[in-house]
């Protein structure tokens, strides 16, 4: 190779079709074939660069506020997961949960407002992270007709691994607009039979499941990703191996706990049909007639 093939930042490390230049000799090959009269280019992001078009910091710093979002959206749907599966301890501890997040028990009485600011906040998060991927979307159609054929001839698992990431962002982008929307403008409809009469008599069900897999799938690679780019392993092949089985080990974990949870939901739901709209009571709050 006579000319150097220089990839800056961290935003190299980011991008598939990168380590595929830097992989494999016959598409480096067809690579450098495109460009062999550069003495010197970049590759940012999918765009070849002559060293004279040096990027500025921006794409670094796209680059790690991406990895930063992502981060805290994947550790909060754990604990979402988590706060959710209360029902599974029965009506009680999710009305306690819910409760809790309005500042019930420390005001007195609830502030749902508190929990639409907290949603909006999130909801934020979530539209910073799409558009920040969208970035690295492959967006024309020979591009794709290119990735699907590095891939399948690859059979790289981490090349796959993040295409199954492209396909679960896009169908996330769509299903969870309607789930944050819900919960922000009615907090105050969040409860054991308030909820599960909007997960059966409301017919979001349908929408939950499909949005569990996608999430569950996309975080646990989205974290073992961070950790691969982000991390400083001295042997990082046995790390990479660890990282994948924990990876696998999170999914399989938090995906079995939605899907029962989400029975659990459904359950709930089809016996309080009858009484729907109804809120739940504690036992101590009931006023007998
Ligand atoms: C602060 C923001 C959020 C709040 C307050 C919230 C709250 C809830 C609540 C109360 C439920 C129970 C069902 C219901 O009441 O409709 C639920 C279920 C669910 N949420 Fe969220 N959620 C939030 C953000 C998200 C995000 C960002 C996602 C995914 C991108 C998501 C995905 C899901 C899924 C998949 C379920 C079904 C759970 C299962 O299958 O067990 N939620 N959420």
């Known amino acids: ?97 819910a409760r809790f997040f309005e500042g019930y028990f420390f005001f007195g009485y609830g502030l749902p407002w508190l929990v639409s600011l907290f949603v909006a906040s999130i909801f934020g998060l979530f539209v910073l992270h799409a558009w920040l991927a969208l970035r690295k979307f492959p967006a024309q159609w020979r591009q794709h007709r290119v990735y699907w054929s590095h891939m399948r001839s690859m059979r790289h698992e981490d090349t796959t691994l993040w295409f199954v990431q492209v396909i679960t962002g896009f169908g996330m982008f769509f299903l969870a607009p309607v789930h944050l929307y819900l919960m922000m403008t009615h907090p105050e409809l969040i409860g054991p039979y308030e909820s599960a009469d909007r997960v059966w008599s409301g017919m979001l069900w349908p929408l939950y499941l499909v949005l569990l897999f996608l999430v569950e799938l996309h975080g646990g690679i989205g974290l073992y990703r961070l950790a691969v780019k982000w ?48 809120p739940y009571v504690p036992a101590s709050m009931r006023v007998e007639p």
């Open 1 to 97: 190779m006579d000319q150097a093939l220089r990839i800056d930042g961290p935003a190299s490390l980011a991008h598939p079709t990168i380590s595929v230049l830097h992989a494999t000799p016959r598409l480096s090959g067809h690579a450098a074939g495109g460009v062999n009269s550069l003495p010197d280019f970049n590759v940012v992001n999918d765009q070849i660069m002559t060293a004279s078009e040096k990027p500025g910091p921006w794409p670094a710093r796209m680059d790690l506020l991406q990895s930063v979002s992502g981060l805290l959206l994947g550790l909060f749907m754990w604990l979402h997961m988590l706060f959710v599966s209360s029902i599974l301890l029965g009506e009680q501890a999710m009305w306690t949960v």
């Open 231 to 278: 991390g400083d392993f001295s042997d990082p092949a046995s790390a990479r191996r660890k990282l994948k089985r924990m990876k696998w080990g999170f999914t399989v974990f938090f995906l079995v706990l939605g899907l029962v949870t989400l029975a659990a939901y459904i359950k709930l739901g089809i016996e309080h049909a009858p009484h729907v709209g109804e």
